[in-house]
């Protein structure tokens, strides 16, 4: 019994000893894994601040590569413009397209179209320094598209022929200016091209001007949209000259009827002037006042034959810019009301005011001739009318002495008048 107690006892001393041990060695697991997720839940931090500075760093990358590809569009944009207006980018065909498109791709372009495109910089670059005569495609107006030489002058101008030449980057070819500049500006490109010459009219917009003269209107379109007016003024002005002109050929005439009339006195004729108021002055039986009298309503009534058509010609001096004012001002108040309802723009204004001040101009332009006619035709009635007085008058004191002297009513004989 005793033995069996002792053996109980080691039992039970063996058992505690060890359930302590195997007690001591989960505490040390426990402890090892709490150590072992605390390093873990670090290494985590770690990984999240670097992963969020690895994003932020990407994310500054992909601003930074889009203003690149941005700045890198906007240059190549501006270099497109540049090079769609200067002449010599015809030179090489194709490298238009090329910075048109780098210009429009979203992403950045590949190391070989970048080198190609900075390749076709340079060239351009170049090209603007070239003066010389290169053969080269050029668009005729009909649409036809010959090879002929053009002489360059840089980045100004293009000139063949004479004409100058318009680069058209739809086309990218060159096209012969519809409208070309004055006879001295083509003069003066002739010079450039066959003896060298520096002096060189340009285009400074590279080719707008020459567009907008190609867009100009002509007289005709110009006088077309003057209406009713414009055609009335012109009317009156074409007639005023005519008028003018049938009365001075008659002038003329009756000058030289009168000179005839003055070298034979003898023989008076009812074609002229001199002598019908010489017949009439013939007629008379005594020189008294009432004789004066009819003779100077003789005088009178040829003065005014004589001015026929002065007084219209005068009126239609008048009339003519009257009638262009008028026109003028209605058609200006219908573009003020139309802008001042909103429904017009700076260019539509410009483009009206300009259309209503064309019968203004037509007025005063027919305005001007016909005051130089009206002038000229009374300075010709009035040389001519002197004239024809001056014979009277010393033909009627003749007439007056000789009637004294011989005291009898025989017809006036009336000798050579050299006044």
């Not at 414009?230 to 074409?238: D, K, P, Q, S, V």
């Amino acid at each position: 019994m005793k033995h069996k107690l002792i053996l109980l006892t080691s039992a039970v001393l063996i058992a505690s000893i060890s359930f302590t041990g195997k007690a001591e060695t989960i505490d040390q697991q426990i402890l090892r894994l709490e150590a072992e997720n605390q390093s873990l839940r670090d290494s985590k931090l770690n990984n999240d601040r670097l992963l969020k500075q690895l994003t932020e760093q990407q994310q500054a990358e992909f601003k930074n590569s889009d203003e690149f590809i941005n700045q890198l569009k906007s240059e190549f944009q501006l270099i497109h413009k540049k090079a769609s207006t200067l002449p010599v980018t015809q030179l090489a065909p194709g490298r238009l397209q090329l910075f048109s498109e780098i210009s429009q791709i979203p992403y950045l372009p590949s190391p070989e179209l970048l080198s190609q495109a900075m390749e076709q910089v340079h060239s351009l670059i170049k090209d603007t320094a070239v003066r010389d005569t290169i053969p080269s495609s050029v668009v005729q107006p009909g649409g036809s598209e010959i090879i002929q030489p053009v002489t360059y002058a840089g980045p100004f101008a293009a000139i063949s022929k004479g004409n100058f030449l318009i680069y058209q980057p739809e086309l990218d070819r060159l096209v012969a200016a519809p409208h070309q500049p004055n006879i001295i500006a083509r003069l003066q490109a002739e010079d450039f091209v066959e003896r060298g010459h520096l002096t060189l009219p340009i285009d400074p917009g590279h080719g707008a001007l020459l567009t907008a003269l190609s867009r100009r209107p002509s007289l005709w379109s110009k006088i077309e949209s003057s209406g009713l007016s414009g055609w009335l003024i012109l009317l009156f002005g074409g007639g005023g000259i005519i008028l003018t002109g049938v009365r001075l050929s008659y002038l003329q005439k009756e000058r030289l009827r009168i000179r005839v009339q003055k070298s034979n006195l003898n023989k008076l004729s009812e074609n002229n002037s001199l002598g019908r108021i010489l017949n009439s002055l013939n007629r008379v039986e005594s020189l008294s006042p009432v004789t004066s009298i009819q003779v100077k309503l003789t005088i009178h009534s040829e003065k005014v034959n004589l001015k026929r058509g002065h007084s219209t010609v005068q009126l239609l001096v008048i009339l003519n810019p009257l009638i262009g004012a008028l026109a003028t001002a209605t058609g200006m108040i219908k573009t003020l009301q139309t802008v001042s309802l909103g429904s017009g723009e700076e260019q539509m204004m410009a483009a009206g005011a300009a259309q209503e001040l064309m019968p203004l101009m037509l007025g005063l332009a027919t305005a001007l001739p016909l005051l130089l006619c009206y002038f000229h035709l009374t300075s010709r009635i009035a040389r001519l009318s002197n004239k024809l007085e001056k014979i009277v008058s010393v033909t009627f004191s003749t007439s007056r002495e000789r009637r004294s002297s011989y005291h009898y009513k025989d017809p006036v004989i009336i000798g050579s008048i050299n006044s």
